[in-house]
């Protein structure tokens, strides 16, 4: 800011079910860039905003996961739209959230962006892949085909702020899931702001409801939540893994575990492996009887 | 109950027109009882380790009953902890070279022991019927045909899995640890190793406490396969074998079929390791009739449901949600047609309801029936002379059922049927859906766009539309929410094996 | 003979089922018969087949034979039947075994309208009944006037029991009200001597929704059974269509209080095959339909195996076709 104009700060808020709240708690924490240089406050998530979370999430549930495929690919592409014209401000927000040059930084916003076209190609695709019919062996027409599993709770990558966060939850939600979404505890700042994106991108309130705060602690009562239905741990450390996944066994949930940190490679282009970690596959059997045995023969 | 009495007389003008017939005298169907002879079962069998049958390092044995009689039918080596480490070892040794098998020559040992499979399902259906009680009419005619046609299935796979979906040439995860449950000892066997070797994993099995037998045959027939030593292990005993089996720190896969409280602490003990896990647990499925249902084959659809194996089916139909307008017309012939299950000797060729699996099986039903008429619902079953010896419990449904019951909520695994109505379809939905289950449903109507609006909304793995309790290998087959993860049988299937 | 129909009987008054408002018009008979449940074709051939699994032995197949034997409408219908077969066809209902007096006589022969007096002196005194078919038998092509005059000739002659083909054309063409009104003045012509068997030729009707609405027409027109086919075309009875039309007389009973009966015909050619069919009954229907007041067989060449697997079984030794008479 060379002249003499104060800037206007933002102040950071949750996104759940399609609205801004503070959290709760009326708490928020500081978060800084690499450096320790603050750069805003961000609110501090109870267990009570993760319920509301959930609740939120269940409720955008049917209508989600009852569009058509066509539909959510129109929203995830919309998305892509809405991100596009706010580069510049996510450029901003990764390099100052991972410590990134501009050109780097540049490099993991385009392929964020990049994700969302690629997973809003997928929806109406994915059911041709990993559906079909089956040859069983009797007067029967059999067809499985996927489908969302539900609520997932997601543990957004701890380092990758923000293309990691859009590997995780798009195809999450491109399937017709909804999340809940812990941010990355340390740079919370990109995945806050996507909140502003999605809202204005006809994505239904609920279907993407984004926490920032102190994983462990938000991600507990989702673990052992018996309204979600699956976990994406892919921002837990080990022991917190092996802690939720023991909590995550109460109602069964789906749990996709983290991936080794190092091997983390959120730049490649992913394979369908988080699409169907929470698709179930629904098969449906109905007879085929004959036409009925006709004509005369005097 | 069987054969079934006469219905009550009727006025009948018709006999004005001719002759009054004499009475009919009953058509009772003598015994036809299928033959014992055909199975030779051993006084004593050991483990299945390595390619030999040993016993345990304890020298611990346990019996097995025939739930029809409670006569013993052998005895069998209980394995403990250091049994299930040596049954490991011998799979992790045998695993390299069996991985490493052209598919090609992995599918002719599946193949092979499909073959042998079908040449001996005579001996097998009466082995599986002394074991587990079940009819020999079931273990013949669905049992023993799946089962074969499983390993036919999946022996098909094995030179073929770089066109499954999973990438070019997809990787076996290692040793599989897999625990079954009583209700289809050897069909379970069936679902757990077939896709397992196929993919070029071992196996380490262990059938259940009760019904051990149908296993060692099959391993047996592993031999008779010239199955390489080590490939297919076979470790009979109870819920500590199979937790050793499931901890043991160099198995890679755990497969479950059974219960969802065990199935729970199965996923407690593999939290945080890279076993992949996959369960295949327990179910409240409602069979949801219209008022345009095809009323005769729904009646029969509902039988087939909550009585195929005397009720002890995780998928079976054992909500009967129906149609207000059509309750009293429907439950008419429904009792009618009990009125004709015949229940008895397993082995006899016309016994339709066979013995329930053990002392214990039993009790629990019992206790969850009696619960269920002291919650006010209201009991029936067909007059029924149940035999002096052995397990049994009689055919029995419920009316004046709500969701709050406990026999509309808890899965009791027995031939009970909770009965309850609703109104519209949305009810319908809403009601089958209120489970922490979601297996199975069934769907009973005429009208087609009913059945896809139905089915796309039910929470359920399998659905089964104007039929019930279908089965095929190619069909995948497994639950949503607490009824566990993972799919059973067809190109799904193979999933569960591989590294992928 | 004048016909002097029971008043409970005469179109005047209905059938004596009680549902005469169902059969008020064209359009409450269709709503009604549109209305019935749906048969699910896989389902209820799978029932079929499993009742067809029973394993029926030893005394109860001895049982089960001789109720079979006693429920065929021994039959000849063909353009070169004359009276010497149809004599040598009586003497074989009248005593099936020449060789063992304790086999029972068959329930009827059957035979064309021209046939009858030939049939009953060949029957006569051994409680054998004469079944004719009638109304243009088997394609049903023919005016009313000439049907009817069909059935009175088969009567006069001292027919027990007419077997009437329904007009399918009319029955597919959806015109059910032509087909009832047909059926109740054929039921008036066969007057109080005669019982009336409706044949539908399911084969031509083709799927079992129709076979169902064709039960509950037959068994509102008054019917005395209903019968699944001539033994005429390719598709005649099978297990299914039997089983079908049992769940119909089981349902009209509880219904009405009306008994009416069932004759598979066509097709039925092995004691197996007719074991199972008694099967079929027992389970479906009910024991009260075990006896050939209310079922029977529409069969020939089924009653030499019948006897043939008698004589096995009272004597643990194969039969051959030497033993049984041909006719």
Known sequence: ?298 | MAPAPAPASTPDPAATRAATPAPAPAFDYAPAPESRAVVDIAPSYGLFIDGEFTEAADGKVFKTVSPSTEEVLSEVAEAGEADVDRAVKAARRAFEKWSALPGAERAKYLFRIARIIQERSRELAVLETLDNGKPIRETRDADLPLVAAHFFYYAGWADKLDHAGYGPDPRPLGVAGQVIPWNFPLLMLAWKIAPALATGNTVVLKPAETTPLSALFFADICRRAGLPKGVVNIVTGDGRAGAALTAHPDVNKVAFTGSTAVGKQIARTVAGTRKKLTLELGGKGANIVFDDAPIDQAVEGIVNGIFFNQGQVCCAGSRLLVQESVHDELLDSLKRRLTTLRLGDPLDKNTDIGAINSAEQLARITALADQGEAEGAERWSPVCELPENGYWFAPTLFTNVTQAHTIARDEIFGPVLSVLTFRTPDEAVAKANNTPYGLSAGIWTEKGSRILAVANKLRAGVIWSNTFNKFDPTSPFGGYKESGFGREGGRHGLEAYLDV | MPTTAPAAQGPANGPAHGLADLTASDSTLRRFLHGLPGVDAVGLEARAASLGTRSIKTTAKAYALDLAISMVDLTTLEGADTPGKVRALGAKAVRPDPTDRTAPATAAVCVYPDMVPTAKEAVAGSGVKVASVATAFPAGRASLAVKLADVREAVTAGADEVDMVIDRGAFLAGAYMKVYDEIVAVREACGTSARLKVIFETGELSTYDNIRRASWLGMLAGADFIKTSTGKVAVNATPANTLLMLEAVRDFRAQTGVQVGVKPAGGIRTAKDAIKFLVLVNETAGADWLDNHWFRFGASSLLNDLLMQRQKLATGRYSGPDYVTVD
């Open chain 1, 1 to 298: 800011m060379s002249d003499a104009r104060l800037s206007v700060l933002k102040t950071y808020k949750l996104y759940v079910g399609g609205k801004f709240p503070r959290s709760e708690s009326g708490r928020v924490y500081e978060v800084t860039d690499s450096k320790q240089n603050w750069l805003a406050n961000a609110p501090l998530s109870s267990r009570k905003d993760a319920r509301d979370a959930v609740v939120a999430a269940r409720k955008a549930f049917g209508g989600w996961s009852g569009a058509t495929a066509y539909n959510r690919g129109q929203v995830l592409y919309r998305i892509a739209e809405m991100l596009e014209g706010r580069r510049d401000q996510y450029l901003a927000e990764v390099a100052d959230a991972e410590g990134l040059s501009k050109a780097k930084a540049a490099a993991q916003v385009d392929a964020a962006i990049d994700r969302w076209v690629w997973y809003a190609g997928w929806t109406d695709k994915i059911a041709q892949v990993v559906g079909g019919g089956n040859p069983v062996a009797g007067p029967f027409f059999n067809l499985s085909s996927p489908e969302p599993t539900g609520v997932v709770a997601v543990l957004a990558p701890q380092k990758s702020s923000f293309l990691g966060l859009v590997s995780v939850v798009a195809p999450v939600v491109a399937t017709g899931n909804t999340a809940v979404v812990i941010a990355s505890e340390r740079s919370p700042l990109p995945a806050l702001s996507l909140g502003e994106v999605l809202a204005t991108s006809d994505l239904p309130g609920g279907v993407v409801n984004i926490l920032s705060g102190r994983t462990a602690e938000i991600a507990a009562p989702l673990a052992a939540h018996q309204d979600v239905n699956a976990i994406d741990l892919a921002g837990a450390d080990e022991a917190l893994a092996k802690e939720l996944e023991i909590a995550a066994a109460d109602n069964l949930k789906r749990v996709l575990r983290p991936q080794p940190v190092d091997e983390a490679d959120w730049s490649a282009t992913p394979g369908t492996e988080r699409m169907t970690a929470f698709l179930e596959t629904k098969t449906v059997w109905h007879p085929t009887g004959a036409l009925g045995a006709s004509g005369s023969s005097y």
